[in-house]
């Protein structure tokens, strides 16, 4: 009797994928040496300000994920990633007491502090590892400490475990995205039941734990019925924190590699295999979240290419690759901000405050939108420098490459500034990268791919990837990186 086609083996996965802008439902095919994404459906996501605040639109997107299931048709399995730190919170019937509120809402505006002087930062961060951010899910907690959806609810669900909870009706909490909310000791996988407690959040409100790989449940009767599929049809846990899929999916060669995952945010970092809990990591602002088969994303959190698409979005949306080749003209480092500087968290008029930041630092002021991307891509090249260059002394892993992954992987500007920044050859791509690492882990919880090593070479076979070889001198950039405030 012969063994099975190659054909045969091929199987498909659903890859819910959702962004801060957008979202979509890819379709993974995978082979004994074959991995294919393809695009189902992609949709938007629209923040959306009422009254109370800044809320997603949670039902649009979960109408999204629907409609995409039922555009990939015939799957055997689907997994959701999406963004950290945000929750839904439900009743004691399962209902959703309201919109979640957007991470850029302002409602945890003064509100480390107040969690500083019950727990100091040096002992939050030697308990949990994650770098100050002011949206991270205990400060949003804290905050919304006397509210009364917060008084009503019996069980709090992170995004992607929201939308899993209402394809199957079965509720969990995924370690990679838990890792992000700071109630989670790196070191032990658990929650910080001490931390929890002096700040008086119940951890009784989450549901247990699962790891990449686990099993989540079978789309409800309903849910085949609205989506036109076959059942059973399982949901498999993938690492629903993107980065965390983003980083499974970086073709690299061995452990000395670098990555910079980027999009709306850049995340800059390492896989390591502990996490880095020294006070010189807390005050470089490096965190360490949980990745696949238990390592550690230590990294930094870079505001990325929100700069860039707030820009174009207030410019009217024009021409990219127009805009980057008049940009690659402009002079290089004529003016730098700091990427990663809380003053470009917010929305709006970013095209005036980068040029408000270059004239407070006594630098040119970015004039023509060109000058402005060229700023833009010059900073956040320059804050990957710095980060390559830090997590490797914090950390005592030297690399050899930088890896970039995910959309920022399509601009070549970037990929060219960053390699000349970091003096490190870059191998931009995959673009897909969180996609293809969620698909990746289903396909290996199907038994189609070992490790996290075999995982990466079948990534370095099928996928397109482009390497940048670093140019001319980093004295250049050692001079720029002086120039800014604080350096």
Known sequence: MTGPTREAAVKSYAAVDLGASSGRVMVGRVGPDSLELTEAHRFPNRPVRTPEGL??????????????????????SVGIDSWAVDYGLLDADGALLGNPVHYR???????????WATVPAAELYAATG??????????QLVAAGSSAQLAHAKRLLLIPDLLTYWLTGEAGTELTNASTTQLIDPRTGDWSYDVAARLGIDLELFAPLRRPGDPAGLLRPEVLEETGLSGPVPVTTVGSHDTASAVAAVPAVNERFAYIC?????????????????????????????GLDGTVRYLRNIMGLWLLQECLRE????????????????????????????????????????????????????????????????????????????????????????????????????????????????VAGPPEAAALGNVLVQARANGQTGDRTEMRRLLARTQQLTRYEPEGSTAAWQTAEARLPGR
Not at 105 to 115: N, S
Request: glycine share 8%.
């Open 55 to 76: 809320r997603w639109d949670i039902l649009s997107l979960y109408a999204g994920v629907l409609d995409g299931l039922r555009a990939a048709g015939h799957v055997d």
């Open 105 to 115: 809402d302002t409602r945890t505006q003064g509100v480390a502090e107040k969690v």
């Open 130 to 139: 994650l770098q100050y951010a002011p949206f991270n899910t205990l400060y």
């Open 262 to 290: 980027t999009g709306t945010w850049s995340l800059v970092g390492l896989e390591l295999t502990a996490p880095v809990l020294t006070e010189a990591s807390r005050a470089a602002n490096f965190t360490n979240e949980l």
């Open 315 to 426: 410019w009217g949306n024009p021409d990219l690759g127009e805009l980057l080749a008049a940009a690659a003209e402009v002079p290089a480092l004529r003016s730098v901000v700091d990427a990663g500087d809380a003053e470009f968290l917010a929305p709006a008029r970013m095209p005036s405050r980068i040029a408000d930041a270059c004239r407070a630092s006594g630098q040119p002021v970015p004039g023509s939108r060109a000058e402005i991307t060229r700023c833009i891509l010059d900073s956040l090249a320059l804050a990957h420098r710095r980060a390559v260059r830090q997590a490797q002394e914090l950390a005592d892993h030297p690399v050899d490459v930088v890896h970039i992954v995910g959309g920022g992987a399509r601009n070549a500007l970037l990929c060219r500034l960053t390699a000349d920044a970091c003096g490190l050859p870059v």
